[in-house]
């Protein structure tokens, strides 16, 4: 037998059925609740073990399968957040009734059954309760079984003011008044067999949509009062998506109904809850008049997210959390899918490379870990939620789908969830599927990139006869250090020449593989498509011939893997920085948003490194680069143009304004900005966000108090964090210094503050005030902040780069350690480690 783990719960007693019934008072932020659980003892014990966590016991009983009643005693195990019941007596194999009367709080930690508070439009305060149980929070509400293989069906009773709105996974049964208590009952259905992290109950004033029909299930969004008509764009992406998916895995819809509901104050973007998807209010409520289209975007992939995860991840779910990448990463993929499939002229897969891009830069580093790692106590989960489990992931199960084929994979994702519907599944079981399925190698290849740290770097190289193609694992940090590890690689190959374009797909799985040339090759691109997860580097000749094909042979998607993996390949030493930016001048004449994105991020990365002497002569090579494309465009829309252009626009002003420091377009967009205040409509809405960040970047205390008051009074949660995160873009030093004060002093709810921070310790005119005060501040923020923010806030860490703040920040989380996140904090100080080696590397060049 295995070794029972403390914090894993007993098989000895299973749950299959839960009714709960809570009364949340909200003013006095308590619960109380009832509870029976219906249970299968598998073994003769005297003792049932759950899970609990400030939780407080008041009766415990158990009932036979004779109507037996016995009383039980309750003992807490803090540390392992569980309670064992006592019985004076054996308890025999069979279905037995567990009955419960305990209470609770509703904390203001964003997790567990929590209060969130808000302003209605008469700016009174108001007090709403909802829920967040990933990865292992349901226990802060009920005590369970929570794991996620110990499924079980829930029918869930609230007891709330009559006033308010109640709802939960499943739809309502009856409401019925508590006659002289100001009170209703709210019955609900019950649930599919799931996952206790998947039970959700929201409390408070909320406004509806009328319902859509999707199949039978009925379709809401749910705000705040004042708020609900911000709720139609989210409505039709919920329509769409939940239709797609129901086609795409051919299997209905399981729920009985959907609600989206946005929330004030939300930990994380969206939560999956069957039937009853939690959101903060960016990902859901949008204004489609004055949003940009980035800001739509954005709802449209949450949304597509969370209704992904209705199959993937409700329906069939991971056995333990190590398996976690299979419900984020599928989700991920399948809301690139679904938005694809509702708004091609978003071109969503060619904006997916700025996604995997981000993957890639967390992945090359020493302290990456494979997409499934052993996951031992549940509280490790939480460092899981990150860039490797969600875009990399993703990001191999779109190079798996190109090669098998679209259909094919489809087919094999049919299979998968079919047999394990209802239940559980690990990794293997979706490689069985999807080769029983194509009957083509699919572990192997896949196995290679699930279960191994980091990707290759490709080299592409020519003889007289030959491609030879090769790899190696890609790293930044160039120390002698690299483990000979070799990944299935499905090299997308396309190749030029005088008969034409050739395209091939090729395997690579050993560390060379030799291709016959054809006579007459022009050039050849590696990844074609760009849809591999590894990098290329092509010889001097071979990348010569690439950059002479730039605009006319190679895809926009292609062109941004040319700049981004020798971008990558400049940080790690491989490539020269004078290399790197003569690439960059090719791009002058550069029309996708994509590829431009990738050259402004790394000039903003580079304005993060370089000294003053040497950012001065950067900024006029950014200028000469970044002007020729602002002048084809121009300033103001044009008839015809694609909302990728009028976003394009915005962006390169925006760069242009701050990294770039061109005077003429800060002025300009000063004066736009200007008139955008009296009369919104007359300033293009992508153009706005850049106007916004020129303002700060150049601005006085006059337009800090205009933007804070913009913050205050904003009509829109987009329009909220624009203006809120724009005050960390200021530059005068008493200005810093308020917004500093902003994310401790309870102006910005916690959701937002420890962004906020982060966005402070990027400002290179900021940064060391920010380190400063979040060293002063820490242990207050420690309180005040989700824990699953922490880390994030610290990735601002990777700006402070200078030899002596790196030295500083060692120091303080060497004493300090960040409990949860500690792989991504590793990761954050590594890529801090880059940037300063980088600086010193560089610290002769750009200086005349």
């Keep these: 037998m295995s070794e029972q783990k403390p914090y894993r719960l007993p098989t000895t007693v299973i749950p299959e059925r839960y009714e709960i019934k809570l009364t949340p008072d909200l003013s006095a932020a308590t619960f109380a609740g009832e509870e029976k659980v219906f249970i299968q003892i598998i073994e003769p014990v005297r003792q049932v073990v759950v899970n609990s966590a400030e939780l407080g016991f008041q009766a415990v009983s158990i009932k036979g399968p004779g109507g037996k009643v016995v009383r039980g005693n309750t003992a807490l195990d803090v540390e392992n957040e569980q309670a064992t019941f006592d019985f004076p007596e054996a308890l025999n194999p069979g279905r037995w009734e567990l009955q419960i009367a305990y209470s609770g709080i509703l904390n203001d930690k964003l997790h567990g059954f929590y209060r969130s508070t808000y302003k209605d439009p008469n700016g009174r305060e108001k007090t709403l309760a909802s829920t967040q149980f990933e990865s292992t929070d349901a226990r802060r509400a009920f005590p369970c079984w929570d794991e996620p293989a110990f499924k079980a069906v829930f029918q869930v009773t609230l007891v709330v003011d009559q006033a308010l709105t109640a709802i939960s996974n499943a739809r309502v049964l009856r409401e019925t008044p508590l006659s002289g208590t100001g009170k209703k009952e709210v019955v609900f259905a019950d649930t599919i067999k799931m996952s206790t992290y998947l039970v959700a109950f929201i409390v408070g004033e909320f406004e509806g949509t009328d319902p859509v029909m999707v199949g039978n299930a009925p379709l809401r969004v749910w705000a705040v009062p004042g708020k609900g008509h911000l709720a139609k764009f989210a409505q039709e992406i919920g329509a769409f998506s939940l239709t797609f998916f129901s086609r795409y895995y051919d299997i209905a819809y399981p729920g009985d109904k959907l609600d989206l509901i946005a929330i004030p104050d939300f930990a994380s973007g969206a939560m999956e809850n069957l039937g009853a998807i939690t959101f903060r209010e960016t990902a859901l409520l949008v204004d489609e008049?004055?949003?940009?289209?980035?800001?739509?975007?954005?709802?449209?992939?949450?949304?597509?997210?969370?209704?992904?995860?209705?199959?993937?991840?409700?329906?069939?779910?991971?056995?333990?959390?190590?398996?976690?990448?299979?419900?984020?990463?599928?989700?991920?993929?399948?809301e690139m899918l679904a938005v694809d499939g509702w708004k091609p002229e978003w071109r969503r897969w060619d904006s997916f490379t700025v996604s995997r891009a981000a993957a890639m830069q967390v992945d090359g580093l020493k302290s990456t870990r494979p997409i499934e790692f052993p996951v031992e106590r549940p509280e490790e989960a939480a460092g899981m939620f990150d860039v490797l489990t969600y875009e990399k992931g993703a990001s191999v199960l779109r190079m798996l789908e190109q090669?098998?084929?679209?259909d094919k994979f489809r087919d094999g994702i049919r299979l998968y969830l079919r047999r394990?519907?209802?239940?559980?599944?690990?990794?293997?079981?979706?490689?069985?599927?999807?080769?029983?399925?194509?009957?083509?190698?699919?572990?192997?290849?896949?196995?290679?990139?699930?279960?191994?740290?980091?990707?290759?770097?490709?080299?592409?190289?020519?003889?007289?006869?030959?491609?030879?193609?090769?790899q190696r694992i890609f790293r930044y940090l160039q120390d002698g250090d690299h483990p000979d590890r070799k990944f299935h690689v499905p090299v997308f190959l396309r190749a030029g020449t005088k008969q034409g374009t050739v395209n091939q797909t090729v395997l690579l799985t050993d560390q060379e593989l030799r291709i016959p040339l054809p006579e007459d090759l022009d050039w050849v691109v590696a990844n074609a498509g760009g849809h591999g997860f590894y990098r290329v580097r092509y010889s001097p000749e071979l990348v010569t011939a690439v950059k002479r094909e730039l605009q006319s042979n190679l895809l926009a998607v292609e062109r941004f893997n040319l700049a981004n993996d020798t971008w990558a390949t400049t940080l790690a030493g491989l490539t020269s920085l004078a290399d790197y930016l003569d690439l960059i001048d090719l791009f002058r004449d550069e029309t996708d948003l994509n590829v431009w994105t990738t050259v402004i991020i790394s000039s903003h990365h580079l304005h993060r490194i370089l000294d003053d002497v040497q950012e001065r002569l950067f900024q006029e090579r950014i200028r000469a680069i970044f002007n020729p494309a602002l002048q084809r465009l121009t300033w103001s829309p044009r008839e015809g143009e694609t909302e990728l252009e009028r976003q394009l626009r915005g962006e390169l002003i925006n760069a242009l304004g701050t990294v770039g420091e061109d005077k003429a377009c800060q002025q300009r967009a000063r004066e736009l900005y200007a008139q955008y205040e009296k009369d919104p409509t007359s300033v293009e809405r992508n153009l706005v966000p850049a106007l916004v960040s020129i303002v700060a970047h150049t601005g006085s205390g006059g337009d800090y108090d205009k933007f804070y008051s913009r913050f205050t009074n904003a009509q829109t949660p987009q329009e909220e964090t624009r203006y809120l995160f724009a005050l960390g873009g200021f530059r005068q030093p008493d200005l810093i210094d308020r917004t500093l004060q902003m994310t401790i002093n309870g102006e910005v709810r916690t959701q937002n503050a420890p962004y906020l921070m982060r966005g402070i310790l990027l400002n290179k005119d900021a940064r060391e005030k920010a380190w400063s005060f979040m060293k002063a501040h820490w242990e207050e923020m420690l309180r005040r902040y989700p824990d699953n923010s922490i880390p994030r806030m610290c990735e601002g860490i990777v700006g402070l780069a200078t030899p002596e703040l790196d030295a500083d920040v060692r120091d303080f989380f060497a004493r300090l350690p960040v409990k949860q996140g500690a792989k991504q904090m590793e990761q954050h100080l590594e890529r801090l480690r880059i940037a300063v080696s980088c600086k010193e590397r560089w610290k002769d060049l750009l200086r005349t």
């Excluded at 954005?298 to 995860?309: I, L, T």
């Excluded at 209705?310 to 990448?325: E, S």
């Excluded at 090669?403 to 679209?406: H, K, Q, V």
Aim: aromatic share 12%; charged share 20%.
């Design 289 to 334: 008049g004055k949003a940009t289209r980035a800001e739509l975007e954005r709802v449209a992939d949450v949304v597509s997210h969370e209704n992904a995860h209705m199959w993937f991840g409700d329906l069939v779910t991971m056995k333990w959390w190590n398996g976690l990448w299979l419900n984020e990463a599928f989700a991920t993929f399948m």
């Design 420 to 470: 394990h519907e209802y239940a559980n599944a690990e990794t293997t079981d979706l490689w069985d599927a999807l080769e029983d399925s194509t009957r083509q190698p699919a572990r192997a290849l896949m196995d290679s990139w699930i279960f191994q740290a980091g990707y290759p770097l490709i080299s592409v190289e020519r003889n007289t006869s030959d491609l030879i193609l090769s």
């Design 403 to 406: 090669y098998l084929g679209a």
